[in-house]
């Protein structure tokens, strides 16, 4: 069974530019939820999507967004850019929200911005 | 505060030790815990998935859940140099938020 698949796996910006990331997660799950993972903070929650609804946010600004298709695929979309924001930026899945069902993570999207 | 607590290392032993990795939480209403092992430039991996207080073996990983001292530890027996990696605990309440440990740099030396 396939894994949770990011791309790209690289990306570089420029301060306020934008960007969008994609995920797919593993067949069957339809919990999809991004983390920032930095050095100095570890992983910290985005958001949660399930049924293309987000069900739980994180404490982001609003230049953080993100979006869940019907086929449970998922994107997330940071705008005007700041340096703060390089990050490997990480997708994870679970087959349901709920019942600590446990999250399967991507080898995630190292941001760079510069 | 910090609702998860870790200690970041880094962790040096040499092959074959037995290695004790912990955290300690705040929340009383954490009840699903995890561990997870990531490698650089790779996605955590999830390595154990308790429920509420316990042990719980896979292999030559063992996870350890007191609710009552707020207090969950990993260890590793006969370490290999294939397991030096960071290994991060992660804990919810039941829903679909997690809280993660910013993770123990571990370090297997041959």
């Known amino acids: 069974k396939a894994g949770v698949t990011q791309t790209p796996r690289y990306l570089i910006k420029t301060r306020g530019q934008q960007v969008t990331l994609s995920c797919s997660p593993i067949s069957g799950h339809r919990s999809v939820s991004w983390y920032q993972q930095t050095p100095g903070q570890g992983l910290q929650f985005l958001f949660e999507?399930?049924?293309?609804?987000?069900?739980n946010k994180g404490n982001f600004p609003g230049r953080f967004s993100g979006r869940q298709f019907s086929n449970s695929r998922s994107e997330m979309n940071v705008s005007t850019l700041e340096l703060g924001d390089s990050a490997l930026y990480l997708c994870?899945?679970?087959?349901?929200?709920?019942?600590?069902?446990?999250?399967?993570f991507g080898n995630g999207t190292r941001l760079t911005v510069t | 505060q910090k609702e998860v607590e870790q200690d970041p290392g880094p962790l040096s032993v040499p092959e074959g030790a037995i290695v004790s990795l912990n955290c300690t939480y705040s929340n009383s209403a954490f009840q699903y815990f995890m561990w997870y092992r990531q490698y650089s430039r790779k996605g955590p991996e999830l390595l154990m998935y308790t429920y509420s207080s316990g042990n719980k073996e896979d292999g030559r990983f063992t996870a350890q859940v007191d609710k009552s001292s707020k207090y969950i530890s990993l260890f590793i027996r006969d370490s290999q140099p294939s397991d030096s990696a960071t290994y991060l605990c992660?804990?919810?309440?039941?829903?679909?938020?997690?809280?993660f440990g910013t993770g123990t740099s571990l370090t297997v030396i041959p």
């Open positions: 999507y399930f049924s293309e609804t987000q069900r």
């Open positions: 994870a899945s679970s087959l349901r929200p709920g019942e600590g069902s446990p999250l399967h």
């Open positions: 992660a804990m919810s309440a039941g829903g679909n938020q997690f809280y």
